[in-house]
T-cell receptor, first 115, second 114 residues
Framework: AQTVTQSQPEMSVQEAETVTLSCTYD???????LFWYKQPPSRQMILVIR??????QNATENRFSVNFQKAAKSFSLKISDSQLGDTAMYFC????????????FGTGTQLKVEL | DGGITQSPKYLFRKEGQNVTLSCEQN?????MYWYRQDPGQGLRLIYY???????QKGDIAEGYSVSREKKESFPLTVTSAQKNPTAFYLC?????????????FGDGTRLSIL
């Protein structure tokens, strides 16, 4: 079974600063996919970024980028130029290739962007 | 616009009562999922279905039942056997066959005990 650990329950950052959210996972699989989802106060789940384990290049989406360390089983999310709208709960999620597209989620990190 | 519709937004259950949460999608996705969200525990998978008339238990299926009679619909019934049903329930769907396809989520249903 896969497990996903987010060790930072809460974080805060000043507007325009950079923040990094941590995620580690445990699996015996070699082929898998990793995701970061954002859940703002509206409770809607929004995909932020995804990474295929077979790709060495770290994924980027505008101000969001990941640091994927496969050997260390680490998948951190970096948010640059933080904005007030980035305030949300962030979930790291794991998907095994060929596993029915099921997601295993971490417990989340509540990020607050402050003026 | 394509998307996932969950209803109702808020639902109250009396002791001993079964309640059904609706989930409809018009994205033409084959797979659909139900998650339960509790504070501090993230999302946990209840049931999932990859094709019509077939579904599998997730990690916390006890006290819940589902059906998948149509591709577009995947209702979740919270039975009286579920002793702690108060939670936020999220439905999701995805394309199958391509492992990196993300799940798309509805806006959720909050279920509370009366």
């Amino acid at each position: 079974a896969q497990t996903v650990t987010q060790s930072q329950p809460e974080m805060s950052v000043q507007e325009a600063e950079t923040v990094t959210l941590s995620c580690t996972y445990d699996t015996s699989e070699s082929n898998y996919y990793l995701f970061w989802y954002k859940q703002p106060p509206s409770r809607q789940m929004i995909l932020v970024i995804r990474q295929e384990a077979y790709k060495q290049q770290n994924a980027t989406e505008n101000r969001f980028s990941v640091n994927f360390q496969k050997a260390a089983k680490s998948f951190s999310l970096k948010i640059s130029d933080s904005q007030l709208g980035d305030t949300a709960m962030y979930f790291c999620a794991f998907m095994t290739a060929g596993g029915g597209n099921k997601l295993t989620f971490g417990t989340g990190t509540q990020l607050k962007v402050e003026l | 616009d394509g998307g996932i519709t969950q209803s109702p937004k808020y639902l109250f259950r009396k002791e001993g009562q079964n309640v059904t949460l609706s989930c409809e999608q018009n994205l033409n996705h084959d797979a659909m999922y139900w998650y339960r969200q509790d504070p501090g525990q993230g999302l946990r998978l209840i049931y999932y279905s990859q094709i019509v008339n077939d579904f599998q238990k997730g990690d916390i299926a006890e006290g819940y039942s589902v059906s998948r009679e149509k591709k577009e619909s995947f209702p979740l019934t919270v039975t009286s056997a579920q002793k702690n049903p108060t939670a936020f329930y999220l439905c999701a769907s995805s394309i199958t066959g391509f492992g990196n396809q993300p799940q798309h989520f509805g806006d959720g249903t909050r279920l509370s005990i009366l």
